[in-house]
Nanobody, 123 residues
Framework: QVQLVESGGGLVQAGGSLRLSCAAS???????VGWFRQAPGKERDFVAA????????YYADSVKGRFTISRDNAKNTVYLQMNSLKPEDTAVYYC?????????????????WGQGTQVTVSS
């Protein structure tokens, strides 16, 4: 099993930056991690994902070129660097983990989830 704790959310003005962290514990070796977000009244959407070795990353079109996912396995932490933030990026951001890298944008494929961290972008 994997336990996940997100941090780094907050309030930022449009055009600003935030870095989210996802601290993992438990059986983290060979895990892939994804970031998802959910705005009020909307479904949970895929944001980005990374495999264990960091050799593969995948982004939603809406964040490509603005967000960067990375991981430090020595620290058991996955990061989401968010730049050029827009008001439409406002959501609760969740990290999730699984042990495979197929259908990586499908939230139903992830077995382990954190509690989420709020990101609010003001215009």
């Amino acid at each position: 099993q994997v336990q996940l704790v997100e941090s780094g959310g907050g309030l930022v003005q449009a055009g600003g930056s935030l870095r989210l962290s996802c601290a993992a514990s438990g059986r983290t070796v060979n895990s892939a991690v994804g970031w998802f977000r959910q705005a009020p009244g909307k479904e949970r959407d895929f944001v980005a994902a990374i495999n264990w070795s960091s050799s593969m990353t995948y982004y939603a079109d809406s964040v490509k070129g603005r967000f960067t996912i990375s991981r430090d396995n020595a620290k058991n932490t996955v990061y989401l660097q968010m730049n050029s933030l827009k008001p439409e990026d406002t959501a609760v951001y969740y990290c999730a983990a699984r042990y495979a890298y197929f259908r990586i944008a499908d939230s139903g494929q992830y077995a382990y989830w954190g509690q989420g961290t709020q990101v609010t972008v003001s215009s």
